[in-house]
C-alpha cells in the first residue's frame, strides 16, 4: 500500500493529483470518493498502511476532525488556482461572485487591486453556512459563481453559471511534498518514542510523568510492579487516585524540585525525586522517579561486598585479634591512640605477623572510617606497572593507556587511607614520588601536567631492616624518616607463646564451616609441640598447620602424632618432646611408621589426589613420590 493517499469528489482533481504524482516521483493512491464514503476510505488506507492522507477544502476539513490515527494534509489554493478560475468565469459572464474562507478571500482581494477586477464576496466560516453564502450571493444578481464544490452545488438559479475553484497541478505537488516532509517528521518522532520507552522499559526505577493538570501522561513498567498496580491501569489518570500522597501538586504549584523524600506508596516504602518540566519559564508537568528502599538496600549491600572484594573498605575489627599477651597488647594500644591522628604510620615486623590486620584496624578506628581503604602491595605490582597504579595517567600517556585514561590508587583514597605493604621493594624513583605525595599532599597522573591535592593518611608496612636499608644506600632516609613518623613494631609469635592456644581455637571454629570437621581442639601434648616450635612464618604459618592438622585428625581432638605430620619437615626436631611426652624407645621409627600412616591417610581424603595431598603435607610432589615408593 501506498505511504500517500489522495482522496477527492472531484473529476478534474483525480487527473491533476495523478499528474503531480508522476512530477514528485511518488507512489500515491489516488481515489475518487463521496463525502458520505471518504472516512471510511480514509480509516481503509490507514489500516492498509498509508500514513498521510491528502484532501482539499470541505472534504479535507471533514476528514481532520474525524477519528483517523493518520495526518491529513490539505491541498492548498494558491493565487494560481484563484486566477486560473477566474479566467474561467470571466469568458462565461461579466459579474462574478464567489464564497469561501477569509484566507481565500483575501488571496481573491490581491486579484482585484492587480487586474483592477471588482468581484462579489461572502465568507463562509463553517460548511453549513454554504447555503446561505450562494442565496446573498444570488440576489447580487451575479453572472457567475467561482467556488468549491460546496458552494457550486448550491446554485438553484438556472441563470447562475458555476466553475468550481479547484487545485493545479503545482498546488498538489506542494501537498504530497508536505506528506513527504510529515511522513519523515512522524518517523523520526516514532523512533524516539520507541527509544524512549525502551529506556523507561528497561530501567529499574519507577517513573510517571503528569501534565500541568496532574493527569497521568507516562508511566514505565516498573511502577506496577513496584505499587503493585494492574497493567495500563494507570495512564489518563489523575495522579492522587493513584500514588497516595504524591505531592506532585505541590512541585507544578511551586515549580520546585523535591529530591531523595522517602514516603510510602501505597504500603511500599520508597525514595522518591520529584522535579518540574518547565517551558518559557511555565511549568507544564512534573515527573516523579522513585526507587524501593529495599531495593535500594540490597544493591548498597552488594556494591560493599564488590568494594570488600577490591580491597577498598576494611575487613577486620577487633574481633579478628586475638592475643592477651602483655607485649601484643602494648601494640593494639598504640593502634587505638595513633589511629586518632593523621601522622604517617610505619608498621614493622616479620612476615605473617598481621601487618595488614593491623593496618586496617588504625582505619577502622581512626576518623577517616567512612572513607575508602585502598590496600597496595608494592611487591606483588611490577615495578613499570606500580607507577600508573598509585599515580594514574591520562589518556595517550603511552602505548596501550586506557581511553578517558585512568584513576590512580592514591586519588581513589582521598578522604580514606592507603596502606602501602612491602614499602621496602619500592623502586628509587618511586620512592621520591612518594615523599613529594606526603610532603606536598598532591599527585600528577603520567602524561599530565595538572597537579591533583588529595587528602589521605598513609600507613606503610615491611619486614625490612630500614636502618640498614638507609645504611646501604637502598631506601632514601628522607622518606624513611618521613614514614616512621608514628611506628608499631608488632612482635613475632615466638614473642607471644601465650597466645598459641587461644590464636589455635580461633582458627579452628574459622576453619570449621569449609573443612566440615568436627575438631575440639588440641591434647596438651599436641598444644606442648605447637608452643615449641619457632614459627619463622608467624600467624599465617600456624594458620596453616592448625588447617592441615584438622583435615589429618581421625579423632576430634587433634594429638601430637597429628601435629608432627602436619607440621612436616618443619617439626621433624620436634620428635624428642613426643618420645618423652609417650615414652617411646626407637623414636626415628615410630615417626617414620606415623608419617606414613598419616601420608596413607591424607591421599584417602583427597581420593589419591597427589597435588592435594602435597599442599597438605606441606611437602613438594617428588619428595611425596619418593615416600610412597618407600612405604
Not at 4 to 15: E, F, G, R, S, V
Not at 188 to 205: H, M, V
Not at 506 to 524: D, Q, S, V, Y
Amino acid at each position: 500500500m501506498s505511504e500517500i493517499a489522495i482522496l477527492t469528489p472531484i473529476d478534474a482533481l483525480i487527473q491533476v493529483s495523478k499528474e503531480a504524482a508522476k512530477k514528485t516521483g511518488e507512489d500515491v493512491a489516488i481515489r475518487k470518493v463521496s463525502f458520505r464514503n471518504a472516512i471510511a476510505a480514509a480509516k481503509e488506507f490507514e489500516k492498509a498502511g498509508t500514513e498521510v492522507i491528502i484532501s482539499r477544502g470541505t472534504l479535507g476539513l471533514k476528514l481532520i476532525e474525524s477519528d483517523l490515527g493518520i495526518p491529513v494534509v490539505q491541498i492548498p489554493i494558491t493565487g494560481y488556482d484563484l486566477l486560473r478560475t477566474i479566467k474561467e468565469a470571466q469568458k462565461l459572464g461579466q459579474k462574478i461572485g464567489i464564497a469561501d474562507t477569509r484566507d481565500v478571500l483575501q488571496g481573491i482581494q490581491t486579484i482585484e487591486s492587480v487586474l483592477g477586477l471588482s468581484i462579489e464576496k461572502h465568507c463562509v466560516i463553517v460548511p453549513e453556512e454554504a447555503e446561505a453564502a450562494v442565496e446573498a450571493l444570488s440576489k447580487k444578481e451575479i453572472d457567475v459563481l467561482i467556488g468549491k464544490s460546496i458552494f457550486t452545488n448550491k446554485v438553484k438559479n438556472n441563470s447562475i453559471k458555476t466553475v468550481i475553484l479547484t487545485s493545479g497541478v503545482e498546488s498538489v505537488i506542494q501537498a504530497i511534498h508536505e506528506a513527504r516532509s510529515l511522513i519523515e517528521v512522524r518517523r523520526t518522532e516514532l523512533k524516539r518514542t520507541k527509544e524512549l520507552q525502551a529506556i523507561l522499559d528497561f530501567i529499574a526505577d519507577g517513573v510517571i510523568a503528569v501534565d500541568e493538570k496532574g493527569v497521568i501522561t507516562v508511566c514505565n513498567p516498573s511502577v506496577y510492579s513496584i505499587l503493585n498496580l494492574p497493567y495500563d491501569s494507570v495512564i489518563g489518570k489523575q495522579i492522587d487516585d493513584i500514588l497516595v500522597n504524591s505531592q506532585m501538586k505541590k512541585v507544578l504549584s511551586t515549580g520546585k524540585e523535591e529530591l531523595n523524600r522517602i514516603q510510602d506508596a501505597n504500603g511500599v516504602k520508597v525514595v522518591a525525586n520529584r522535579i518540574p518540566i518547565r517551558h518559557e519559564q511555565k511549568v507544564f508537568g512534573a515527573v516523579c522517579t522513585f526507587q524501593e528502599v529495599h531495593r535500594l538496600q540490597q544493591q548498597e549491600q552488594e556494591i560493599r561486598k564488590k568494594l570488600l572484594h577490591r580491597g577498598h573498605v576494611t575487613k577486620y575489627s577487633l574481633n579478628n585479634i586475638v592475643g592477651e599477651s602483655e607485649v601484643y597488647q602494648k601494640a593494639i594500644e598504640k593502634v587505638k591512640k595513633y589511629s586518632q591522628v593523621d601522622s604517617t604510620i610505619l608498621l614493622t615486623g616479620e612476615t605473617g605477623v598481621g601487618k595488614e590486620v593491623f593496618a586496617h584496624l588504625i582505619h577502622s578506628f581512626s576518623k577517616r572510617t567512612e572513607g575508602q581503604f585502598v590496600a597496595v602491595n608494592c611487591a606483588a605490582i611490577p615495578e613499570n606497572l606500580l607507577e600508573s597504579e598509585l599515580f594514574g595517567y591520562v589518556e595517550g600517556a603511552f602505548t596501550g593507556a586506557k581511553k578517558g585514561g585512568k584513576t590512580g590508587l592514591f586519588e581513589l583514597a582521598h578522604q580514606g587511607t592507603i596502606f602501602l605493604d612491602e614499602i621496602g621493594e619500592l623502586a628509587e624513583s618511586l620512592q621520591a614520588q612518594l615523599l613529594r605525595v606526603l610532603q606536598e599532599g598532591e599527585v600528577m597522573r603520567l602524561g599530565d601536567e595538572r597537579v591533583i591535592p588529595i587528602n589521605i593518611r598513609v600507613i606503610a608496612a615491611s619486614n625490612r631492616d630500614f636502618e640498614k636499608m638507609v645504611e646501604d644506600g637502598s631506601f632514601r632516609a628522607d622518606l624513611y624518616y618521613r614514614l616512621n613518623i608514628l611506628d608499631i613494631p608488632i612482635p613475632s609469635l615466638r614473642e607471644r607463646i601465650l597466645d598459641i592456644p587461644l590464636l589455635c581455637d580461633f582458627f579452628i571454629k574459622e576453619l570449621e564451616p569449609g573443612i566440615r570437621r568436627n575438631i575440639k581442639g588440641f591434647t596438651a601434648e599436641a598444644m606442648k609441640i605447637m608452643q615449641s616450635y619457632h614459627w619463622p612464618g608467624n600467624i599465617r604459618q600456624l594458620r596453616n598447620i592448625v588447617e592441615r592438622a584438622m583435615i589429618l585428625s581421625p579423632e576430634k581432638l587433634i594429638d601430637s602424632e597429628t601435629v608432627l605430620a602436619a607440621g612436616g619437615k618443619d617439626f621433624s626436631k620436634l620428635h624428642v618432646l613426643k618420645q618423652h611426652s609417650i615414652n617411646e624407645v626407637d623414636e626415628e621409627t615410630k615417626l617414620q611408621n606415623y608419617e606414613k600412616e598419616y601420608i596413607l591417610n591424607v591421599l584417602k581424603q583427597v581420593n589419591g589426589n597427589k597435588t592435594e595431598a602435597a599442599k597438605i603435607l606441606g611437602i613438594g610432589r617428588t619428595t611425596l613420590w619418593r615416600k610412597i615408593n618407600s612405604l
